[in-house]
């Protein structure tokens, strides 16, 4: 049917063009995706002409895997729920031969069928355009009479080859088990990268989310099939007319968790701005390492608290930034200003030895209008230090006590005039 | 940790499905404790501080329990400080710094967004915030992610916070008196507000002892439900201890409440 039948029949209709090389992207994303559940994943070609457009095929090799996921039924379940996440349309199918299963799903037959004995009765009475034959193939086939495929397969498998070509029989031996059908196993790259490509620009971050939901989860999967964890990825926004923005999403430990992954990416893109429409969406990862194994001992639930920790942390440094979350360190310096420091969590201290000092530091010494001299505690204790470098200091400190009963930490500046400064409080 | 108390871990895990249940910990202040309920700061609660100025020694109070809580593997955040927490006092105080977190939020939204994420988090023991204003619905919150979490949240608050109810388990009024730092306790829960304790203050300033074996009795005693009887206090005073005076102001008020016989 052209566009201007289509039209004629349903005017509402909505003209979509077709991208053959994204719908092959989509299938290798899949693919990888489709790697954790079977290790041998054999990826089908997507064909440009419109008659095979729904033929994309998929097929993952299942017998191996059904020990693993506890079952026939449960895999299924499993396949089925996650791909159902990733909101693609599909079809499934179970056979013994690669090409019988394809030809099982397109033809909708949801039934495990294990041996060629039953793959050869069940499909006996399906129409021959359901095989994955060329189109001219199946139209001769039909106007001799030929038009389901147990006719087909009843006819001598010389004849159809003198009239139709040995590749016809070659597919249907294959399909019915008589040779074997060895073909490429798909192998994962070592690199991820995936690209999803809007048919008009996003406005909203709010609108992102839903591609980003799903190739977030699909990398989740790639990183399973993998069984690796990834501790940082890029994603990377595409405008229409200015440069891409790139945002790179960090984790504190190595994790495949696509729920953690999507509120991290949620959190920076709420606060980023994007400078303009969103027409194009990638995800790249190239660093991957092993994820820490989630074993736990009964009582001790440190291991699971380290992991909840990391996770925490990498949200409030997702929103906050990086300079917004550190932790402090002793500096050997006698300068108040130069004897703390901010430093990376994780990282070891060496325990320094100090005189009493005030709990809050003032990042400014505050100068201080005197007009009687307040009650001194204790003091001074005179710091004289930074030749070296431009901060030079000579200071006498004092603990004060004021009126209201709040003790301050003040200097009396020597290098100067002697004037009086705030420099912390004993809070 | 030995057989018997692996067992009785294993006991209370089957029973309750909470593996261990301090619910409370203690200020690490006598007096404080003392005047709480409970005999401390209880776990999974918000408490709001209100001191009248900076600088009376409104954090210090917060240092014993802090320092124990990064000695036991837990992690303490302080977020939007007022000034610079200083790592080497903070290291005087017994601050374990490979166990402090500090959040710089730019904005009131975030900062009460941080205080959420880390009283929620249960690596953190205790968390200390410094928001500009608080609302009730706010404060709400916080207390609920603190029970989630099993840690405590210290809020700090302007002096006029005071007049405001709010729905924080614990509230105290700081100031000073000639004696120390005076501390007006407004609200508790599990107990009558509205009494205050004075604390001298420059006990605050070091590292405050391990509370004693006797010191502890009386805190049991005292958060036990049935009254204390008196020969149970006349034990524990017999007992040496280093806060002579202050058990013996405890002695006083537990007889007070006595039924008289």
């Known amino acids: 049917m052209n566009y201007a039948a289509a039209v004629a029949v349903c005017p509402q209709v909505k003209m979509l063009e077709r991208n053959v090389p994204s719908e092959q992207c989509a299938l290798e994303r899949l693919a990888a995706w489709a790697y954790q559940f079977s290790s041998t994943v054999i990826l089908g070609k997507t064909s440009s002409h419109f008659q095979d457009a729904r033929r994309a095929v998929l097929w993952l090799e299942i017998g191996a895997s059904l020990k693993l996921f506890g079952g026939f039924r449960n895999l299924i379940e499993t396949i089925e729920r996650e791909l159902q996440s990733l909101s693609y349309t599909y079809r499934l199918g179970i056979g013994p031969t690669l090409e019988g299963a394809a030809l099982l799903a397109r033809a909708g037959i949801r039934i495990a069928i294990t041996n060629t004995q039953a793959l050869r009765s069940r499909i006996r009475d399906l129409p021959i355009h359901q095989l994955a034959m060329p189109t001219h193939v199946c139209q001769n086939l039909v106007t001799s009479g030929v038009r389901t495929i147990g006719l087909l397969l009843e006819l001598p498998r010389d004849a159809i080859a003198k009239r139709f070509g040995p590749e016809i029989t070659l597919f249907l031996d294959r399909l019915t088990g008589s040779i074997a059908d060895p073909r490429p196993a798909f192998t994962l790259p070592p690199r991820y990268a995936a690209k999803f490509d809007f048919d008009f620009e996003l406005k909203h971050s709010e609108a992102l989310l839903f591609p980003l939901k799903r190739m977030v989860r699909e990398f989740a999967g790639f990183l399973r099939g993998h069984d690796v964890g990834a501790q940082t990825f890029m994603l990377v926004f595409e405008h229409r007319e200015v440069p891409a923005t790139r945002i790179q999403i960090g984790l504190s430990i190595p994790d495949r968790d696509p729920e953690k992954f999507l509120a991290l990416v949620r959190e920076r893109l709420e606060r980023t701005e994007l400078p303009a429409h969103t027409i194009g969406l990638r995800l790249l990862a190239d660093q991957f390492s092993t994820p820490t194994t989630q074993q736990s001992d009964l009582f001790s639930n440190t291991l699971q608290n380290s992991e909840e920790l990391a996770h925490t942390l990498d949200r409030i440094t997702a929103r906050l930034g990086k300079n917004g979350i550190y932790g402090l360190r002793s500096v050997a310096d006698h300068r108040p200003e130069s004897s703390w420091s901010a430093a990376s969590i994780t990282e070891k201290r060496r325990s320094l030895e100090f005189p009493e000092r005030p709990l809050w530091l003032l990042s400014q010494p505050k100068p201080l209008q005197l007009s009687a001299m307040p009650q001194i505690t204790s003091g001074p204790e005179r710091i004289e230090s930074g030749w070296w470098d431009a901060a030079d200091v000579q200071r006498d400190y004092y603990i004060v006590r004021t009126s209201n009963g709040s003790d301050l930490w003040v200097y009396r500046d020597l290098s100067g005039n002697g004037e009086w400064y705030l420099h912390g409080f004993w809070s | ?261």
């Open chain 2, 1 to 261: 940790m030995n057989r018997a108390e692996t067992l009785e871990q294993l006991a209370r895990l089957c029973r309750t499905g909470i593996a261990a249940a301090p619910a409370i910990e203690s200020s690490g202040v006598m007096e404080l404790d003392c005047a709480l309920p409970h005999g401390g700061w209880p776990v999974g609660t918000i408490v709001e501080l209100m001191p009248l100025t900076t600088g009376i020694g409104e954090f210090r109070l917060l240092m014993p329990l802090l320092a124990r809580l990064t000695r036991t593997e837990n992690y303490i955040a302080l977020i939007s400080t007022p000034y610079i927490p200083f790592a080497p006092a903070l290291a005087r105080h017994g601050i374990q710094l490979e166990r402090l977190v500090v959040i710089d939020a730019k904005t009131q939204e975030d900062t009460l967004w941080a205080f959420e994420q880390t009283l929620r988090c249960k690596s953190f023991g205790a968390v200390v915030a410094w928001p500009t204003t608080v609302r009730d619905r706010e404060v709400r919150r916080l207390q609920l992610a603190a029970e989630a979490g099993r840690s405590i949240g210290f809020l700090y608050r302007p002096p006029a916070a005071a007049l405001e109810s709010s729905p924080a388990a614990i509230r105290l009024k700081l100031q000073t008196n000639q004696n120390g730092l005076e501390i007006d306790i407004l609200k508790c829960r599990g107990a009558r507000g509205g009494f205050s304790v004075t604390i001298d203050s420059t006990r605050l300033n070091e590292e405050a002892p391990s509370l004693p074996s006797a010191v502890q009795d009386v805190r049991m005693a005292r958060s036990s439900d049935h009254p204390p009887s008196a020969s149970h206090f006349f034990l524990c005073c017999g007992s040496a201890s280093p806060y002579p005076s202050c058990l013996l102001k405890l002695c006083k008020r537990a007889r007070s409440r006595l039924p008289p016989s």
